[in-house]
Nanobody
Framework: QVQLVESGGDLVQSGGSLRLSCAAS????????MGWYRQAPGKQRELVAI???????NYADSVKGRFTISRDSAKNTVYLQMDSLKPEDTAVYYC??????????WGQGTQVTVSS
């Protein structure tokens, strides 16, 4: 059974930094893409950043220049370095892994709270 385990969410002051991690396990199939999404109260879940098997990445306009996604394919782990955090970054952050052949999976979410 595929599991995505996230860590790194916390309470931080505006302008601070956090690093989220997500480790995928339970499948021998290769992962095509891993990404981070977030959902703030009363809002829809939105893409934050995604990184593909070859290393190409895309970011939401709201986080460009502040967040960096990276991936350790050997460990099936994806990271999200978040710098210059703003109160509007407050949300539950979800990890996503697209195995293509084996389907798409979500983590349980980790809370990021940025105080002003």
């Amino acid at each position: 059974q595929v599991q995505l385990v996230e860590s790194g969410g916390d309470l931080v002051q505006s302008g601070g930094s956090l690093r989220l991690s997500c480790a995928a396990s339970g499948s021998s199939y290769p992962i095509y893409a891993m990404g981070w999404y977030r959902q703030a109260p009363g809002k829809q879940r939105e893409l934050v950043a995604i990184i593909r098997r070859g290393g190409s990445a895309n970011y939401a306009d709201s986080v460009k220049g502040r967040f960096t996604i990276s991936r350790d394919s050997a460990k099936n782990t994806v990271y999200l370095q978040m710098d210059s955090l703003k109160p509007e970054d407050t949300a539950v952050y979800y990890c996503n892994a697209d195995f293509v052949v084996a389907g798409e999976y979500w983590g349980q979410g980790t809370q990021v709270t940025v105080s002003s």
